[in-house]
């Protein structure tokens, strides 16, 4: 039986949702993009600075997954972000678990957690944006149901890294 417990995310979480943020992006990406580029993405600083002001502001929501007093992952969703989209569209803006905790039941406990908060919020579809790239989070949403929109495939530039992503859509429920 998993320990793993999902909770609402306080200041105090920033810098572990960095450091995991961090570490699970550049194993996600070791390989696929070149490795000067993957040092452009690793500053813990940048990313627990954007990650505190989420938290404080709740744009998104965020929700960590602690197994034990250890912080191994965290969501953040809110309304989906893109143009045209309808009120009732939420969107998961980022899902991470620290490798040492991959394929551990991290990811649904964080996906069912965002699920139950997004039907709070009144939406009744769910979005998020995966690189085309990164097999594992391709799975990983696959496997809780999202279907990919392949006619929105966009290129997206993080940490001047050029990517290729594609939107992924669910019901909330069903």
Known sequence: MSSIQVRPATLRDAKAIAQVHTASALEAYRGLVPDDQLKSMSSVEKR????????????????????????????????????????????????????????????????????????????????????????RALRFHEMAGFKREMTTAKTHVVGGVKVEEVRLKRPVHG
């Open 48 to 135: 627990q600075a954007y990650w505190r002001e989420a938290i404080e502001y709740c744009e998104p929501q965020v929700q960590v997954a602690v197994d034990g007093d250890k912080i191994v992952g965290f969501i953040g969703f809110d309304r989906s972000r893109d143009e045209k989209s309808r009120p009732t569209t939420g969107e998961i803006w980022a899902i991470y678990a620290a490798p040492t905790h991959w394929n551990k039941g991290v990811g649904l406990a964080l996906w069912d957690a965002a699920r139950d908060g997004l039907q709070e919020e009144g939406c009744t579809s769910v979005t998020s944006w995966v690189p085309l790239r990164n097999e």
